[in-house]
């Protein structure tokens, strides 16, 4: 079993329409939670980072961590065609020596 | 913000050549860098793991011979794939730990033919 499991869609949604991307984690030492956005041959840049249960918000996108049942969740709002890219979910902790462990990694296009 | 900058961003080198990687940390120091490789449509994938002055770890699989990696400045890391081959051909990114989460550098992508 995969640390963290993602689902690597594809995932196509039209301009303006909400998206929701999901992670779950099977180490319960996992203690920061992080989402990235990789476009095509380009490193991963951090979108959202988190440490707690609930919720963080930043602009269009809100990031959801619950712990009790190991999910994360990535979501944008209004969404725009700029936003079609490879979503990584990304999770480490102190025990594992600060190494992160990712998530496969969605594919989202959104179409104009 | 922390910016780590990875040259070259392509190469193309001969089968059995050596090719180097630098990632400098722009405006930080970087006690640990993260090595990793990606193919086409799948996730990153940790190589190994140095910390400045010492060796590096690497992971399961990940042969130390072929692929060097040097940490001998708190601001520079450099990966040497030697011997290449063209199943080395992939995409590589370095990563360093900053204050909020993790900084990537832009990536390699090393074709070897």
């Known amino acids: 079993q995969k640390e963290v499991e993602q689902d690597p869609g594809p995932l196509s949604v039209p301009e303006g329409a909400i998206v929701s991307l999901n992670c779950t984690y099977s180490?319960?030492?996992?203690?920061?939670f992080m989402w990235y956005r990789q476009y095509s041959r380009k490193g991963p840049e951090l979108l959202m980072y988190?440490?707690?249960?609930g919720n963080k918000e930043d602009g269009r996108f809100t990031a959801q961590v619950d712990k009790s049942s190991k999910y994360i969740s990535l979501f944008i709002r209004d969404s725009q065609p700029s936003d079609s890219a490879t979503y990584l979910c990304?999770?480490?902790?102190?025990?594992?020596?600060?190494?992160?462990?990712f998530g496969e990694g969605t594919q989202l296009t959104v179409n104009p | 913000g922390a910016v780590v900058s990875q040259h070259p961003s392509w190469v193309i080198c001969k089968s059995g050549t050596s090719v180097k990687i630098e990632c400098r940390s722009l405006?930080?120091?970087?006690?640990?860098m993260f090595w990793y490789r990606q193919f086409p449509k799948q996730s990153l994938m940790l190589m190994a793991t140095?910390?400045?002055?010492?060796?590096?770890?690497?992971e399961q699989g990940v042969e130390k011979d072929k692929f060097l990696i040097n940490h001998a400045s708190l601001t520079l890391s450099t990966l040497t794939v030697t011997s290449a081959h063209p199943e080395d051909s992939s995409f590589y990114i370095c990563?360093?730990?900053?204050?909020?989460?993790?900084?990537f550098g832009s990536g390699t992508r090393l074709t070897v033919v």
């Open positions: 990563s360093a730990r900053v204050r909020v989460g993790y900084t």
């Open positions: 180490n319960s030492a996992f203690q920061y």
């Open positions: 988190t440490y707690s249960s």
């Open positions: 990304a999770t480490g902790g102190e025990t594992s020596g600060s190494r992160l462990t």
């Open positions: 405006d930080f120091q970087a006690t640990t």
């Open positions: 140095s910390n400045e002055g010492s060796k590096a770890t690497y």
